[in-house]
């Protein structure tokens, strides 16, 4: 058992995930890197590449079907035969054959048109792919930007608690503020600092998950985007075009199996070398035969079925997807509409706000009031600061969001 555990251990210590979590110690600014560029090299580096790719093979596949001579593989057939187990007459008899399955009417072009399909699903799901992730990188700078505002935020704080807390100590040293005030402005700069570490520990957070997703140490220097100019959604929106591919190839698909619904024709040639009974000398010869076979219920019901099927799943996801789309697409909309009428009047809150905290820090000086009413005032300036800031950035993360809403990449 311990040794179980020890070889547990030393696996856990040598995966490349761990390693890999101890190498980033801070993101740096690069002033060439752009948004555009972050994007490309998380879709390169996306696991959903290993479909893109198996899907250009599966694609691959479909035209070879479809440019095929045949529809089918050939079959070689050898066969003998004699009468030594049963009237011993000198019968022998020798027989190779060559089954060629024929195209039945429509099939190879509609087989081209299931190919062409197919490649141009896969172009759309890998359009999709990069929105996907042009998304998540988004978002994933976006809390960043926010985490490393807050972080600033607290840190401003923090500074301003220490300054005031020299303050008081002075005075209370001078015999102007009592004991109890400067035990209030410890407590003060303690919850500051408690703050800002929570504040930075949440920026590595978000470094870290910006890293995983894009596998850069580096942030762009600015991801501000500029509100598209779009003002709808249309069918050419990647989420949309995807869909729509779906049901062309069912589509397809479905004329396919209408056709398919019975086996292809074959031809069969062969050539005979026999003996007849009694007889010395061998006769060749060669013939030929054609197998048609018929259509049943048994082999087309289901495969009829399916394709209905896959039609009405392909057609239900397209309007689903439709369905989320104007919502997240109003959502966003919304949000930018209400947020620029909070940052005008947060604008207004933060004007009075410092100018009541410089009132205050005044007054206080002059010893015209007390620590508490300066901590409160202070207070509310941070919080209306903290805020606006707030705000400001979360108006830029909305305007990305409604570009991705309305599917325009970066």
Known sequence: ?????????????STPFVSHAEELIQLERNHQLTLTEVVRLSILRSPKQAEIQAGKGLVNAKNIQANSFLPGAPAVTVGHQNDVV???????????????????????????????????????TSANLSLDIAGQVRDALWNLGMATNEAELQESRYLAAQALLTDVEKRWKAGELAKTDVMLAQNGTLAAKTALIKAKAEVKHAEHRYWILTGLKELPNTF?????????????????????????????????????????????????????????LYNDSVGVAIRVPLDSKVRSAPMLANAEMAIAQ?????????????????????????????????????KLSQESLQLAKKSFALGE??????????????????????????????????????????
Request: hydrophobic share 40%; charged share 25%; net charge negative.
């Open 86 to 124: 049963g009237s011993n007459r000198n019968l022998n008899q020798w027989e190779v054959g060559l089954d060629l399955p024929l195209w039945l009417p429509g099939q190879k072009s509609t087989r081209a048109s299931l190919a062409e399909g197919a490649k141009t699903e896969l172009d759309k």
């Open 369 to 410: 009031s007390d620590l508490i009413d300066l901590l409160r005032i202070q207070a509310t300036a941070y919080e209306a600061e903290r805020a606006l800031k707030s705000r400001q950035t979360q108006m830029q993360w909305h305007i990305a969001r409604y570009n991705q809403a309305i599917g325009v990449l970066p």
């Open 1 to 13: 058992m311990r040794f179980i555990l020890l070889l547990a251990t030393c696996v856990a210590m």
């Open 314 to 350: 392909a057609m239900s996801e397209h309007e689903q997807r439709q369905r989320l789309l104007e919502s997240a697409f109003h959502e966003a909309q919304h949000n930018l509409e209400v947020i620029r009428e909070e940052i005008d009047i947060l604008q207004a809150q933060h």
């Open 224 to 280: 501000e985007e500029q509100l598209t100019s779009k003002e709808m959604i249309d069918d050419s929106h990647p989420w949309l075009a995807e869909s729509a591919a779906k049901i062309e190839i069912a589509n397809h698909q479905r004329a396919l199996n209408a056709i398919e619904q019975r086996e292809n024709p074959q031809v069969m040639l062969n050539v005979r070398h026999e003996r007849g009974a009694f007889d010395s």
